[in-house]
């Protein structure tokens, strides 16, 4: 499926403010013919990196005070793996790839260790494997209420049972803690999301199952067979779209991904498993 998808935002810079930006697609085999802009206003110089570990793409420009934008459009054929969830197991830790360690161990916003007595109560006499990790989005999306302005940039995953209420990112950041609480390998996603109403950057998460990543989202609000991934990390505070040290204020921002052929994509959801994610660790 070809999507049209870009970003738009504006900033009211008071003091030279440095910002970091993570929001182009991934380069991905299953991300395919990408053809991509990347505009500032003021026309400044950026830094670029790809991480190499993940592939997460950032930028970096230092701007002047004034009046700030970014217009970042790209075109891509999105083209994942499907399968059937039921063949899909768990991999036990003594057989996952070192590489992987980070994924399974808490961080910032991730509190697994605090969350393994839930956890192990909740899932821990479930079925193995994808089942297992689509119970927990199924728990989460049953006991956890979509309410906006719920968390804010600082809540963790503990943090978000005990209110049970949140936002994507907060979804991701639990369903994550949980699997990890469960010794499943899982990493937070950020995206562009076919279908997600109202149009924003989206947060789900994948779990490392059968020598694979394979996407969740407890939302339930966009179809996974429609999520263009722009980075993966431990958690939101990796692959924030903007991270600005300096003082400015955001003005405006605006989200878009359509299809590119203008044609709606049917409303009935997948059943099938799904991956972005190359075979094995590496996304390069």
Known sequence: ???????????????????????????????????????????????????????????????????????????????????????????????????????????????????????????????????????????????????RGASDEETTADETLLKRAGVCRDFAHLGAAFCRALGIPARFVSCYAYGLVPCDFHAVFEAYLDGRWWLFDATRQANLDGLVRIGVGRDAAEIAFSTPFGEMTPTGMEIRIDRADGVPEAGDRTVLAVSTAEDGQGDE
Do not use: K
């Open 1 to 147: 499926m070809r999507y049209t998808l870009g970003c738009h935002l504006a900033y009211e810079v008071e003091a030279e403010t440095v910002f970091i930006f993570n929001l182009e697609v991934a380069h991905l085999t299953r991300h395919q013919d990408l053809a991509e802009t990347f505009r500032l206003t003021p026309d400044l110089p950026v830094r670029r990196h790809v991480a190499p570990e993940t592939g997460n793409r950032y930028v970096a420009v230092t701007v002047p005070p004034g009046g700030f934008s970014l217009d970042y459009e790209a075109t891509v054929t999105l083209d994942p793996h499907r399968a059937d969830p039921a063949a899909i197991g768990e991999t036990p830790v003594r057989d996952l790839p070192l590489d992987i360690l980070p994924y399974l161990l808490p961080s910032r916003f991730v509190s697994s260790d605090r969350l393994t007595p839930f956890a192990q109560a909740e899932f821990g006499d479930a079925p193995t494997g994808f089942e297992r990790v689509s119970r927990i989005c199924n728990w989460i999306h049953d006991h956890i209420a979509y309410v």
